[in-house]
Every structure is written in C-alpha cells, then in structure tokens.
DNA sequence: GTAAATGCAAACCGTTTGCTGTACA
DNA sequence: TGTACAGCAAACGGTTTGCATTTAC
C-alpha cells in the first residue's frame, strides 16, 4: 500500500478525486499476484464493495495506466491482462500455448539493447512490451531442438 | 508470389482447397508495405473481389497465421495487424503513442538473448512479440534524457 | 455548493459463428 | 459429385459511453 500516498498526490495534483473505489482497485490489483484481466479485478473488488460497476473497474484500470501505477499486457488470449508496476522491476512474460501458464522473466540485457537501439534511433522509448510464446518445460514435445539445462 | 506455390502445396496437404479468396487475400498482404488491420485486408481485396466477406478474410488471416505465412501484431490500438511473415527477417516494432508511426527494428542480439533465456528455463519458444512504445524523433518532448546520436 | 466520479444499461467495435448456397478437386 | 469453402447476418465478448445520481472536496 506504499503507492497509495503516490496515487492521493498524483491524482489530486490532476484535480481529480481519491475515491473508495480508485483505491480499492489499486489494493485489489496490489494484492493480486497473477495477470488478472479486468473482470477478475471488478470480481476481486465486489467482494469488498458489491455496488461497484465494470464502468468504474474500466475507467481506473485506465487512469492507473496513465498515471503509470499499473500496466496492461497482450498476453495472447485478446484481451487484456492488469498488473500493478513496481518499477524496479521490469519484466517481461511467457505464455505456454498448451496449458496457458503465464512465466515472468528478468532480463537486464534485453533493458539495455533496447535503450541502446533507443538511442541510436532518437526515439524515446516509455514502455516495452516483450511477450514470448511457445511451449514450457512440461508441455514441450519431445525431443524439440531447445535443450533444457539443468 | 513466390510464397503461393508454398501456400499451394500446404493447402492441399492439408486436404483444404485453395481458392481464389485464399490467394487474392495473401496477396494483398505481401503487397501490403505496412501493418494493416483485418479491415484494411478487407478494403483492399475488396477492390479486386467485390463479393468478399468479412468472415473470409478473418477465415483466411487465421488460416495464413496457422501456416507461418502470417503474424498477428499487438501495436497498441487493440486490435490486430497483419503482415507476411519473410522469415529471413524477424523483426520489432515500435509506437509513437503520439503520431502513430510504426518503424521496425531488426536486433540479433535480442534474439540471441532470447534464445539463451530460452534454453535455461527450459522453454520452447515459437513467437517473439517485443512491441515499444513512446516517442518518436518528431514527436519527443524537448529535453526528454533519451540522447539522439548523430 | 459544485465539479467530478459512480453505477447502470445501452452502445460500440473487432471478431467469430451458424447457416445456406457455391465452387474447388 | 461430394466436401470444403464463401458470403451473409446475427451473435459474441471485451470495452466504452451517455446519463442521472452520488460523493469528494
């Protein structure tokens, strides 16, 4: 809950309101450890509040987007996926095509090349989205060429 | 064209028919430059077939995808582009969230990374979707700290 | 008190599906 | 000639919007 005194500044700073239910969506989507997509957030969020309508989920998963507390990943299913930024961390997801299991990656090399390639083409570059897809370790067909260490 | 012949044989391996919509529409999208959407597929081999139906070329888009003579990218308007897969090039893409532009990136070494990240987490990988968005050259904020090299 | 946000339902838009007629093989 | 496909229109699912009411400031 450490962003919510970011979130009260930032949204007042815009002349906006600090509601119950801005709030309550952040904690849902704080304390969800997954991708939710949005009807698992207005889910989460009707069981503390049953009042509350998909309108209002929609209209702050898109104002925590702008205000940069969250983001919304294509993870392959054509819809979107929310999760809540810790921007000390940025990371990146793999999809299995099989069993739909969703794996995050850390990766500083692919940060730099793309702040490299960044610079050498004069773009300023805000957000990256790398999403894999193929098949995990379990689902893997049998002797496929990636070899797995151990 | 060189790609229908292939089209051909993996059409008729499969006990489908290759039609003359399945053709007209792969042929819009090797002639098509950019990134078009279902819609601009449409328009476009609508000019060559007055008759063709929506249903069709989604039909089709799906049936190239499944074949690998077609990819499906995210650019962040939340629906899909379209483009003829030339796998002798995998490339990126990046999004000026301002004036739309799309330029595409070719980096080695991000595949390279990639395929290492892949091989220690014992991950097949089959799709790479690295989509960035910002800023462009034209559209950067002045002052922005993403340095332009000469 | 007043501007902004909520909740509801209807609209929206891209995509998919069921069905009947058409055309490839 | 038989089977897969096309075309149409209706259905679909996720998301957005208009409007009357409520709420934060």
Do not use: W
């Not at 002349?15 to 997954?34: A, C, F, W, Y």
């Amino acid at each position: 809950m450490r962003s919510n005194e970011s979130f009260a500044s930032a949204i007042r700073l815009r002349g906006m309101k600090l509601t119950r239910q801005r709030q309550l969506i952040l904690e849902v989507l704080e304390s969800s450890r997954g991708h939710p997509d949005a009807e698992m957030v207005y889910a989460k969020a009707k069981e503390r509040d049953p009042r509350i309508g998909f309108a209002t989920v929609y209209r702050t998963l898109a104002l925590l987007k702008q205000l940069g507390l969250a983001e919304e990943h294509n993870l392959g299913e054509g819809h979107g996926h929310f999760e809540a930024v810790d921007k000390t961390k940025p990371h990146f997801h793999f999809t299995c095509l099989k069993c739909g299991k969703v794996v995050e990656f850390v990766s500083p090399q692919i940060l730099r090349t793309t702040q490299s390639l960044c610079e050498k083409k004069g773009l300023l570059v805000t957000d990256i989205h790398l999403h894999f897809s193929g098949y995990c370790r379990h689902c893997r067909p049998a002797g496929s060429e990636c070899a797995e260490k151990p």
